[in-house]
């Protein structure tokens, strides 16, 4: 079975400094890693995610995310964000074709000005 | 840019009532999904569909849910009998044929309070 784990319940941070949200998974097999931001009020949009390849994968708002597979990590990053970034951030994997999501308890990212 | 589509956004009913959430997925996926998302909680899978048929449910699943495609364009979530802890947010999600997996795009979600 699969788990994500994020550490970090809440992530207060001023507006143009660099954040960090932090994801960890487990599974016995390989797995597909996303990231998904919901602002308020709205669904659930992809941020990036990585199915091979570059461990370095870039998203959409100037975010970025790294997999790490001796860590079981899938950090995502942005070196400088905006008040407009203020959301919950979901970490997701799948083991891949069609099948489910398991999701992380979510990071609300709050940018203060 | 083509999206999911759901109604009602709030859907409030007495307890014990049935409930139906529609979906309108995007018109060349053929893979469906539901989540739930209790207030404060994690996104949780419900059930996946493809072909008409369920490929995968998960334990909340349970025979008080049913999914159905009745046409060629909505995707339903009925519950039959409502219970106060069915109250939660209920995505929507499909992808598309892929090489390896593809992503899953989301509606925008449905409401669910049951009283």
């Known amino acids: 079975a699969q788990s994500v784990t994020q550490l970090d319940s809440q992530v207060p941070v001023f507006e143009e400094a660099p954040v960090e949200l932090r994801c960890n998974y487990s599974?016995?097999?390989?797995?597909?890693l996303f990231w998904y931001v919901q602002y308020p009020n709205q669904g659930l949009q992809l941020l990036l995610k990585?199915?091979?390849?570059?461990?370095l994968v870039k998203g959409i708002n100037g975010f970025e995310a790294e997999f790490n597979k001796s860590q079981t990590s899938f950090h995502l990053r942005k070196p400088s964000v905006h008040i407009s970034d203020t959301a919950e951030y979901f970490c997701?994997?799948?083991?891949?074709?069609?099948?489910?999501?398991?999701f992380g308890a979510g990071t609300r990212l709050a940018v203060h000005p | 840019e083509p999206e999911v589509t759901q109604t009602p956004s709030h859907q409030v009913t007495q307890m014990g009532q049935e409930v139906i959430l529609r979906c309108v997925p995007i018109?060349?996926?053929?893979?469906f999904y539901w989540y739930r998302q209790i207030l404060g909680q994690k996104v949780e899978f419900l059930v996946s569909?493809?072909?008409?048929?369920?490929?995968?449910k998960s334990e909340i699943f349970d025979d008080q849910f049913s999914v159905e495609r009745p046409d060629g364009s909505n995707f339903t979530l009925k519950i039959r009998s409502t219970k106060l802890e069915d109250s939660a947010m209920y995505f929507c999600?499909?992808?598309?044929?892929?090489?390896?997996?593809?992503?899953?795009?989301f509606g925008p979600g449905t409401r669910l309070t049951v009283l």
């Open positions: 999600a499909s992808s598309a044929p892929g090489l390896v997996t593809d992503t899953q795009y």
């Open positions: 599974s016995s097999v390989s797995v597909y």
């Open positions: 990585y199915l091979s390849g570059s461990t």
């Open positions: 997701a994997v799948s083991t891949g074709g069609y099948n489910k999501l398991i």
């Open positions: 018109s060349n996926h053929l893979y």
């Open positions: 569909f493809y072909n008409n048929e369920i490929s995968e």
